[in-house]
């Protein structure tokens, strides 16, 4: 009774009206600002830091918390109806959702994947309020040795997430890996790749490279093909997915919900590895993975699950450990601050009306979420009855404003255009831009924590295999390395015996006919 009073009284906290209000409007500002492609949650949550000021410490992270996770489904919009991901953790999505929009069941993948965004994130939420103490001491296990295996296993399934060769795969991961040491070392501080350019001193952001590959990438290709083009999807009839496609995506959610909740509270994991993690789980355990990329409903609803689910338990080393899991994590650290609050292990028994008071909101935002997305869809997916030659021109335009508007910098756009003349020449050459994007939001945990290892083992190799969390991941990459090697190999093996024994059969009957045919 002890642990469930402090519980109880938190949904007294968010049914205040001020509070419920809040909460509204926060779910309400991260949908639309996750249907806008450029402006996440990070860069929203930043400019209305102000507007905290003057409320209650609970009611601004109340706020603040309900546009962080309403944005991952707005995110999901833009990239199913747009092939406009405006966050990373939405970049599978576009292989697949935007395959079902082409096909006319835009609807149905917004539908299953509001409904996989509701379960993921309640999912998360019940894990938050029974197991933040077990989790956060176990996240507390993480140093860099694991961050560092983690991403590696990351940048390792990058491969699997594409429909093309396996080696283009590699090549366009190995660039995005190229494209994250882009500016000033964070140990020594010298500059690398920046061409005595100071707007690169900095590094290059996430949004010019996924608006300039996803979006004017994207335009520049269909205007090329464009008698080739598809046509908009007819009107949607049934928003709701039919019984069969939700048979079809409920292991999905579950396995992206409970993926996405453990991978969420590894700080530097989040969203982005989450919903990676949960279209490969989704791929490699389909009977026919080749579905995948061209319509799949399991690689809207596992990726979509897992980043809800991500986004809601990275919470927990924010609230329990004062550690921030994400960029948009660290501007709600700084809020809470702001607001004399100090996040950490105290937080729970300091301070528990906002600690439960911000828990328990979530259940009401998701709800709220579920409802008002569900209606909604009708009118977002109007977006692709526009001609072509009208939508291109507007898309290049959101996407050139949304790139400008995170740091008001125009080299920012000259970046978008860049990436977009990549983007172009990829598509053109059959590579696909989904594992340059991902290594690229990869590579720079993978190297900053791969640096701080070795300082760590005096640059031995070994001392990863000498701790049991990374050692364990290490293992599991191996096996992921090494898994279509022995499969190939087993192929190869089965077809000369296949064929043996097709010779075997086939032999004996033939000889008898010969046989009668003599004495005939």
């Known amino acids: 009774m002890d642990f469930f009073q402090p519980v109880l009284d938190g949904f007294g906290t968010v049914l205040d009206p001020t509070n419920l209000l809040y909460c509204l409007l926060g779910v309400t500002v991260g949908m639309l600002i996750g249907v806008l492609p450029g402006l996440g949650p990070a860069a929203t949550i930043a400019i209305l830091l102000p507007l905290t000021y003057g409320v209650e410490p609970v009611t601004a992270i109340i706020m603040l918390a309900g546009i962080f996770y309403g944005a991952q489904y707005g995110g999901t919009i833009t990239s199913v109806l747009l092939r406009l991901p405006g966050e990373a953790s939405t970049v599978v999505t576009v292989f697949d959702g935007y395959q079902l929009a082409k096909q006319g069941k835009a609807g149905t993948a917004l539908g299953i994947a509001a409904i996989g965004s509701f379960i993921g994130g309640t999912v998360a939420i019940i894990g938050l309020t029974f197991l933040a103490p077990v989790v956060a001491g176990f996240a507390l296990d993480f140093g860099p040795p694991e961050y560092a295996a983690l991403a590696l296993l990351g940048i390792l399934l990058v491969a699997t997430i594409s429909n093309g060769a396996k080696i283009k795969a590699l090549i366009a991961a190995a660039f995005g890996l190229l494209l994250a040491t882009v500016g000033r070392d964070t140990f020594t501080g010298a500059e690398r790749f920046t061409f005595d350019n100071l707007s690169l001193a900095d590094g290059i952001d996430f949004v010019p490279v996924a608006m300039g590959l996803f979006g004017i990438g994207e335009i520049l290709y269909n205007l090329e093909e464009r008698h080739r083009a598809a046509k ?139 409802i008002m997305a569900i209606p909604l869809i009708g009118i977002f997916v109007r977006v692709l009855r526009v001609r072509g030659a009208i939508l291109a021109p507007i898309t290049a335009l959101i996407t050139l404003l949304g790139a400008y508007t995170i740091r008001n910098s125009m080299f920012d756009v000259l970046l978008v255009v860049v990436f977009g003349a990549i983007g172009y020449l990829m598509k053109k050459f059959g590579f696909e831009p989904g594992p340059l994007v991902l290594a690229f939001v990869l590579g720079s945990l993978l190297e900053s924590n791969l640096r701080r290892s070795l300082l760590v083992f005096e640059g031995d190799l070994f001392g990863f295999a000498s701790r049991p969390i990374s050692g364990t991941l290490l293992v599991i990459f191996v096996v992921v390395a090494l898994l279509p090697i022995i499969k190939s190999a087993i192929d190869r093996r089965r077809r000369p015996g296949l064929a043996a024994t097709v010779a075997g059969t086939t032999e004996p009957a033939q000889k008898p006919s010969q046989k009668n045919k003599e004495n005939a």
Do not use: C, H
């Open 232 to 370: 908009a999807p007819a009107s949607v009839k049934n928003v709701w997915p039919s019984l069969q496609e939700f048979k079809t995506s409920a292991p999905a959610i579950g396995r992206g919900s409970v993926l996405g909740f453990f991978l969420g509270i590894l700080p530097g994991g989040g969203a982005t590895i989450s919903s990676l993690a949960a279209y490969a789980v989704e791929k490699r355990s389909a009977k026919d993975p080749s579905r995948f990329g061209k319509g799949a409903i399991e690689g809207v609803a596992g990726p979509e699950s897992a980043n809800n689910a991500a986004a809601t338990s990275s919470f927990i080393p924010l609230l329990t450990l004062g550690i921030p899991a994400n960029a948009t994590m660290a501007i709600i650290f700084g809020a809470l601050l702001i607001q004399g609050v100090s996040p950490g292990p105290n937080l729970i028994n300091d301070d528990p009306e906002l600690f439960w008071g911000v828990v328990n909101s979530m259940y009401i935002g998701n709800i709220l979420l579920l």
